[in-house]
């Protein structure tokens, strides 16, 4: 069964950190490009970052220097590690894979900075 599972969003305070992880299962993890959006209340989902298989990444300008994307193939998962977290970055972030016309996305964890 095709499937991505997100896990290790919450409430945090502004400044602090979270690690997102994404398990996936029944693809060929190692050939999809990982992904991450996010999606905040009343507004569009936007890329976050993104792992390429050979080992790329990109970012959204926004988070650059405080985010990093990473994956372990051997695991089949993917992180984002978030650090000096303001408001802005409340979202339900969802992960993404994607190989040619397939594309995949999980259901969302909620992250929410506040005090």
């Known amino acids: 069964q095709v499937q991505l599972m997100e896990s290790g969003g919450g409430l945090v305070q502004p400044g602090g950190s979270l690690r997102l992880s994404c398990a996936a299962a029944?693809?060929?993890?190692?050939?999809?490009?990982m992904a991450w959006y996010r999606q905040a209340p009343g507004k569009q989902r936007e890329f976050v970052a993104a792992?390429?298989?050979?080992?790329?990444?990109n970012y959204l300008d926004r988070v650059k220097g405080r985010f990093t994307i990473s994956r372990d193939n051997a695991k089949n998962t993917v992180y984002l590690q978030m650090n000096v977290l303001s408001p802005d970055d409340t979202a339900v972030y969802y992960c993404?894979?994607?190989?040619?016309?397939?594309?995949?996305w999980g259901q969302g964890t909620q992250v929410t900075v506040s005090s």
């Open positions: 029944g693809i060929s993890f190692g050939e999809y490009l």
């Open positions: 792992a390429i298989p050979g080992g790329s990444t």
């Open positions: 993404n894979a994607r190989r040619g016309p397939i594309d995949l």
